[in-house]
Nanobody
Framework: QVQLVESGGGLVQAGDSLRLSCAAA????????MGWFRQAPGKERDFVAS????????TYAESVKGRFTISRDNDQNTLYLQMNSLKPEDTAVYYC?????????????????WGQGTQVTVSS
């Protein structure tokens, strides 16, 4: 069993930055990939970014590439998402997820544990 707790969401203006955190407990954090997904009202949950178990490899959705950076601290069992140049279309609930494999993963079913989500709202 894995427990994931996100934090860092909030209300910001377009162009601002936010840093999300996800604290993990319960399994060997450094053994598995981690990811961030987001879900806007009335829409499906979409992939945002993924990072490999050791942190050397990352993948991003095209919509956030160049603006968002995923990272992890395996000593602190914490996942991060640095979000810069935020846009109104980034507004969503952001979820961190614990992967089934050590390499980067971009599909929902590649992840078997999820946090409760943190709201990010970007005003224009």
């Amino acid at each position: 069993q894995v427990q994931l707790v996100e934090s860092g969401g909030g209300l910001v203006q377009a162009g601002d930055s936010l840093r999300l955190s996800c604290a993990a407990a319960g399994r060997t954090f450094s053994t598995y990939a981690m990811g961030w997904f987001r879900q806007a009202p009335g829409k499906e949950r979409d992939f945002v970014a993924s990072i490999s178990a050791g942190g050397a490899a990352t993948t991003y959705a095209e919509s956030v590439k160049g603006r968002f950076t995923i990272s992890r601290d395996n000593d602190q069992n914490t996942l991060y998402l640095q979000m810069n140049s935020l846009k109104p279309e980034d507004t969503a609930v952001y979820y961190c997820a614990f992967g089934r494999k050590p390499w980067t993963l971009s599909r929902l079913y590649d992840y078997n544990y999820w946090g409760q989500g943190t709201q990010v709202t970007v005003s224009s």
